[in-house]
T-cell receptor
Framework: KAGVTQTPRYLIKTRGQQVTLSCSPI?????VSWYQQTPGQGLQFLFE???????NKGNFPGRFSGRQFSNSRSEMNVSTLELGDSALYLC???????????FGQGTRLTVV | DQQVKQNSPSLSVQEGRISILNCDYT??????FLWYKKYPAEGPTFLIS?????DKNEDGRFTVFLNKSAKHLSLHIVPSQPGDSAVYFC??????????FGAGTRLTVKP
């Protein structure tokens, strides 16, 4: 069974640009969550999608947005990138919103 | 590659008893370990952490034990309370780099 796949693995962008990250969940999983991980900040929740609907959102500015497609694949978009957006972005999928989540390897975003 | 493993998807304990959640890792480079707690429909929240230079860290009812030779850590909750019912994630990292997570263990504390 394939795991959660995140693409790309690494990304370098300049300030002011926008970026889109992709997450393919485990087959059959309908819940996808996104997290930001930075040194010292640990894991911070961005948002969670279930059946194409955003169910929950963390405390991040509106520059961070996401969506989920009918095949459960999800994308996360960050507009007007700032240096502080440099982080590892993790995606996790689960069968439902209240079952165990499986994390992808993450996308390492560096903003210069 | 699953560098952090939580082999028990679920655990059920009686209120007041001890809950023990286990985590194994394969990468000996890991030098910092964390436990996160996640309620349904909420993002995970940080619970407790331990550096590889220690073998035990306590915070109230929560204690994390690290056995470096066995590449194993555990989270003890004593006494367990119904409000502790959640999914618990073990995570590991090194050099302040990428954090690797286990799949999680669902803890149910029965009143």
């Amino acid at each position: 069974k394939a795991g959660v796949t995140q693409t790309p693995r690494y990304l370098i962008k300049t300030r002011g640009q926008q970026v889109t990250l992709s997450c393919s969940p485990i087959s059959g999983h309908r819940s996808v969550s996104w997290y930001q991980q930075t040194p010292g900040q640990g894991l911070q929740f961005l948002f969670e999608y279930f059946s194409e609907t955003q169910r929950n959102k963390g405390n991040f500015p509106g520059r961070f947005s996401g969506r989920q497609f009918s095949n459960s694949r999800s994308e996360m978009n960050v507009s007007t990138l700032e240096l502080g957006d440099s982080a590892l972005y993790l995606c996790a999928s689960s069968l439902a919103w209240d079952t165990e989540a499986f994390f992808g390897q993450g996308t390492r975003l560096t903003v210069v | 590659d699953q560098q952090v493993k939580q082999n028990s998807p679920s655990l059920s304990v009686q209120e007041g008893r001890i809950s023990i959640l286990n985590c194994d890792y394969t990468n000996s480079m890991f030098d910092y370990f964390l436990w996160y707690k996640k309620y349904p429909a909420e993002g995970p929240t940080f619970l407790i952490s331990i550096s590889s230079i220690k073998d035990k860290n306590e915070d109230g009812r929560f204690t994390v034990f690290l056995n470096k030779s066995a590449k194993h850590l555990s989270l003890h909750i004593v006494p367990s309370q119904p409000g502790d019912s959640a999914v618990y994630f073990c995570a590991a990292q090194y050099n302040n780099n990428d954090m690797r997570f286990g799949a999680g263990t669902r803890l149910t504390v029965k009143p």
